[in-house]
Nanobody, 115 residues
């Protein structure tokens, strides 16, 4: 059974950096349209960064220039490099990807940025 497992979250001071990882377990050919999302308590989940169906990359305006999404296809892993973190980046971060005909989600990893 294929699962997505996130890691790399934690507590960091404003201005610091974190790198989140999302690894797909199981034997698969690849992951399609992987993306990162975040959700703050009481607010709707928002897309942070994603690979599109055209193999380009889209970011939400608030993270442009600070966050970078990348992937290592050989390891079936997606990364989110987060630099110049701000307190408003505090959220639970989720990865998602299309595997086969399904959109799979990880369980989330907490990112807390202190001021």
């Amino acid at each position: 059974q294929v699962q997505l497992v996130e890691s790399g979250g934690g507590l960091v001071q404003a201005g610091g950096s974190l790198r989140l990882s999302c690894a797909a377990s199981g034997t698969i050919l690849g992951i399609n349209n992987p993306g990162w999302y975040r959700q703050v308590s009481g607010k709707q989940r928002e897309l942070v960064a994603t690979f599109t169906s055209e193999r380009s990359i889209a970011y939400v305006d608030s993270v442009k220039g600070r966050f970078t999404i990348s992937s290592d296809n050989a390891k079936n892993t997606v990364y989110l490099q987060m630099n110049s973190l701000k307190p408003e980046d505090t959220a639970v971060y989720y990865c998602a990807a299309n595997i086969g005909s399904r959109r799979l989600w990880g369980q989330g990893t907490q990112v807390t940025v202190s001021s």
